[in-house]
């Protein structure tokens, strides 16, 4: 792409007045992951119905459907989060969605030929977690080089916040609408054009990305245990992941047994799961718009600790749900309501919190480190629904996870984290 020209370089840089909305390239990138994560949030539904309506998927096998897109974090995450400090990220991310575009693609393909089984779907499955896993160590490394100053950090959050959370809205409903009308297979045509956008718009970007330092570069496994060695000794990052192993264990969990509990003992048909989870993820656009202005108004670490445990404590909801179906209903769009709304307000102070704590040449292992902790409590979460749904039946695994989800609360409550009162100083003043 080469470097830029003076006056590329002044149009990309944010004013004190107008923010990031003055930085072309963060808005053609925040464009560009805007419409990827509404087409995945289509993938996230019709993966595991078309598990389930195309092959009569047994609750262990949706389970582990879900655990091995999320599983390559466990096991690939760290090293790649090496390679990715070590490689212009741009086309990292470049090569991820090019292969995610294409392997999602090759499902309706490969059903519309009768040649689609659930082996090949586990396959493609576990495939398209390895290039999300490239992406995400990649784009949440990429972004402070776009947004050049930290003071901006957390205003580049909440907006990528608020994409997230919007895809939450949006996708589901969508998806469920999709799945009803074109099959869930063929439904994943939407996800496969999705990332073709992103693409699109990762080849727009004209910053100039810091090229690795070379002479940085040593042994993987040394740069692995520096990785590790920054997160674990550090009293706020090291609280962050574990906290946030337990978050997202529980949220994956919950949702893979809400999704069999309701499809399946409930009858719910996939436009109303989908309705469910839209209309709940309003709470997640909610949680992300307001974050700003909660987080400069009240206490860093209380805000946290509100949040984080609105999230935690969601599930008890759906536990307690009974009567009659639509009152069940809102039930569930509550709980999941109040798991948003919380994600929505931490999730903005966490990745800031970490950007902040995080050198440069040392970002795509930091985020590699939490990629592994974050997104293999995810797949093992996935994993345990499964397990404990086809052993005790899905409404009482959540009974389960909606305890041990509500137990995290005491952690919650003793980490540093909540004691904050701001960000701390960035890591090249500390």
């Known amino acids: 792409m080469g470097r830029p020209s003076p006056a590329d370089s002044a149009a990309t840089l944010p004013s004190p007045r107008t923010g990031l909305w003055s930085n072309r390239d963060f808005r ?15 993938t996230n539904l019709a993966l595991p119905l078309t598990a389930i309506r195309a092959f009569h998927a047994s609750d262990e096998q949706v389970g582990l459907l879900r655990f091995l897109q999320l599983v390559p974090y466990l096991g690939l995450a760290l090293v790649i989060g090496v390679w990715a400090d070590r490689v212009r990220r741009r086309r990292a991310m470049l090569a991820a969605n090019v292969a995610r575009m294409t392997l999602i693609a090759l499902v309706p393909i490969l059903y519309a030929a009768h040649a689609l089984n659930m082996g090949t779907l586990l396959v493609i499955a576990c495939a398209v977690g390895i290039a999300s896993v ?19 950090y957390v205003e580049a959050t909440a907006k990528m916040s608020i994409s997230s959370s919007s895809a939450d809205v949006a996708g589901p409903g969508m998806a469920g609408l999709l799945v009803s009308a074109l099959t869930a297979p063929v439904a994943l045509v939407v996800d496969a054009l999705s990332y073709a956008a992103s693409v699109a718009s990762l080849l727009l970007i004209r910053t100039a990305e810091p090229p690795p ?31 946030g192993f337990c978050c997202n264990f529980s949220m994956i969990a919950v949702w893979t047994m809400f999704l069999l509990y309701g499809g399946r003992d409930l009858g719910l048909s996939p436009a109303v799961l989908g309705g469910i989870f839209a209309a709940a993820s309003v709470g997640g656009l909610i949680g992300a718009a307001i974050s700003g202005r909660v987080i ?8 946290y600790l509100v949040a984080q445990s609105a999230l935690l404590l969601g599930p008890t909801l759906i536990v307690i749900a009974a009567g009659p179906k639509p009152l069940m209903i809102s039930m569930f769009v509550l709980s999941f309501f109040t798991t948003y709304l919380g994600l929505g307000i931490a999730n903005v102070i966490i990745v800031s919190l970490r950007q902040t704590l995080t050198p ?9 480190v939490f990629r592994t902790l974050l997104f293999g409590g995810g797949a093992l979460g996935g994993l345990a629904a499964g397990l404990l749904s086809g052993r005790l039946g899905a409404e009482h695994a959540l009974t389960i996870a909606a305890i041990g989800s509500a137990t995290v609360v005491i952690g919650l409550i003793l980490s540093p984290v909540s004691r904050l009162r701001a960000l701390p100083a960035t890591a090249l003043t500390r």
Do not use: K, N
Request: hydrophobic letters at 50%; proline letters at 5%; charged letters at 20%.
């Open 28 to 42: 053609t990138f925040w464009l560009g992951e805007t419409v990827s994560l509404l087409g995945t949030q289509v």
């Open 213 to 243: 330092d070379p002479a940085a570069r040593r042994h993987v496994l040394a740069e692995l245990r520096d990785g590790l060695h920054w997160v674990v000794g550090d009293r706020i990052l090291r609280a962050l992941a574990l906290v």
């Open 296 to 303: 400069r108004r009240f206490r860093l670490g209380l805000v």
């Open 134 to 152: 490239v992406f995400d160590v990649s784009w949440m490394s990429y972004v402070p080089a776009l947004v050049r100053s930290p003071e901006h």
């Open 360 to 368: 440069q040449p040392m970002m795509g292992r930091m985020t590699a």
